[in-house]
């Protein structure tokens, strides 16, 4: 079973790291950066007695490489770029960067050092907050905008109805598969529920009133019943399958691998947003994950390579030294012309993208609390 200290990226610069594998990742960022954009104006718009004097900034799962700043440097650049416009003396505005503690923050360091020397006046301060997003990483009150991208897909735990009972995630019998699968996804359903609620509860008591929060998760459209019933590492646990019937990786240690994502559809996002009652959508958008990327340039190797940067620390962990023999597996799975694009397109996952607004009834709540406490 995957543990948080195994929940990080490739780490370093090398050719299998993530920093060198990311660029989905960054395709995915970009797609964040009108709804970011539109979440400054409204912040430097919502005082009505004066211009914000400051404004601290966060990425919840910031990871590592090139992509660790991508987010916060948006949000600086339309704080810049609206101050400009308006002729305003820019804010002080604090930049900090959250991940688990074993992610690599070596590189984000020093990438935080160059963006604090840029020639852009608004950064003032800036900082790392190593920690679980499922736990409290600020004090009250005091953030003005979180971002997120491609990070809360990972849930603080496999769900225990699974593990507790001995109940396969996955299965080299495609009968059994196909039978125990509804149950296993619900599994997961139910832990993501659990996990993103406490998530909302959490940052909606770390943001100022009308505070802001940008993320975007992979999931799958509500409509799509192909994506219904797989789950999001689906291709990644068909490797893992061949793998384990060939005989590479022991078939007891593959019954009993989980892997701690799930993507939900963008109803269940939306329910869930709206049961916890924090925050108000201001927009939600669902892209295609394959939009606008050129299907010629997703050959098997790099795909393989894409998986192994982003699961590696895990199937280490629990298989073994097996990495190298993965990318062979997935090459050799995907050598046929066109069975990668079959793949990938037999289990569709979207993007879900959601500009939330913390609700001002949320501090009338917490302070009633408080008083008949």
């Known amino acids: 079973m995957a543990s948080k200290q195994m929940v990080h990226m490739n780490q370093g610069q090398g050719e299998t790291s993530y920093a060198s594998n990311s660029g989905i990742q960054n395709a995915l960022q970009n797609r964040l950066k009108p709804l970011i954009e539109a979440a400054i104006v409204e912040?430097?718009?919502s005082t009505n007695t004066s211009f914000p004097e400051k404004m601290l900034i966060a990425d919840l799962g910031c990871s590592s490489g090139p992509n660790a700043l991508a987010l916060v440097s948006v949000a600086?650049?339309?704080?810049?770029?609206?101050?400009?416009?308006?002729q305003q003396p820019p804010p002080e505005?604090?930049?900090?960067?959250?991940?688990?503690?074993?992610?690599?923050?070596?590189?984000?360091v020093k990438s935080l050092v160059m963006l604090r020397q840029s020639n852009k006046p608004a950064v003032v301060t800036v900082g790392i907050t190593p920690g679980s997003f499922y736990e409290r990483l600020f004090t009250s009150g005091s953030m003005?905008?979180?971002c997120s991208s491609n990070s809360l897909n990972w849930l603080s735990k496999v769900p225990e109805d699974l593990t507790r009972n001995w109940i396969r995630a996955y299965d080299i019998d495609e009968?059994?598969?196909?039978?125990?699968?509804?149950?296993?996804?619900?599994?997961?359903?139910?832990?993501?529920?659990k996990d993103f609620t406490l998530f909302l509860?959490?940052?909606?008591?770390?943001?100022?009133?009308?505070?802001?929060?940008?993320?975007?998760?992979?999931?799958?459209?509500?409509?799509?019943?192909?994506?219904?019933?797989?789950?999001?590492?689906?291709?990644?646990a068909q490797i893992l399958s061949v793998m384990a019937s060939e005989g590479v990786i022991d078939k007891a240690k593959y019954d009993s691998f989980?892997?701690?994502?799930?993507?939900?559809?963008?109803?269940?996002?939306r329910e869930i947003?709206?049961?916890?009652?924090?925050?108000?959508?201001?927009?939600?958008?669902?892209?295609?994950?394959?939009?606008g990327r050129d299907n010629a340039l997703i050959t098997a190797s790099w795909y393989a390579n894409q998986m192994r940067a982003a699961f590696e620390p895990i199937v280490v962990h629990h298989f073994g030294d097996v990495m190298d023999e993965f990318v062979r597996t997935a090459e050799r799975r995907w050598s046929v012309e066109g069975s990668l694009q079959d793949e990938v397109t037999r289990y569709p996952r979207a993007q879900l993208v959601a500009s939330l607004t913390k609700n001002s009834l949320f501090k009338i709540s917490s302070d009633l609390s408080l008083f008949l406490g």
Not at 76 to 86: G, M, N, P, T, V
Not at 204 to 222: D, F, N, T
Request: proline share 4%.
């Open 76 to 86: 600086i650049e339309a704080i810049h770029s609206h101050c400009l416009q308006l």
């Open 201 to 236: 509860e959490l940052r909606a008591k770390e943001l100022v009133p009308g505070g802001r929060m940008v993320v975007s998760l992979a999931g799958r459209r509500s409509d799509d019943r192909a994506s219904k019933f797989s789950h999001v590492w689906e291709v990644f």
């Open 43 to 45: 912040l430097c718009s």
């Open 144 to 146: 003005h905008l979180f």
């Open 258 to 269: 989980y892997v701690p994502v799930y993507g939900p559809s963008d109803e269940e996002l």
């Open 175 to 193: 009968h059994a598969r196909s039978e125990r699968l509804p149950m296993v996804l619900e599994a997961y359903a139910q832990q993501f529920r």
């Open 273 to 291: 947003i709206q049961a916890e009652g924090s925050f108000s959508i201001t927009e939600m958008r669902v892209h295609d994950f394959t939009r």
């Open 93 to 108: 505005v604090c930049v900090l960067l959250n991940d688990l503690p074993d992610n690599d923050f070596n590189t984000v």
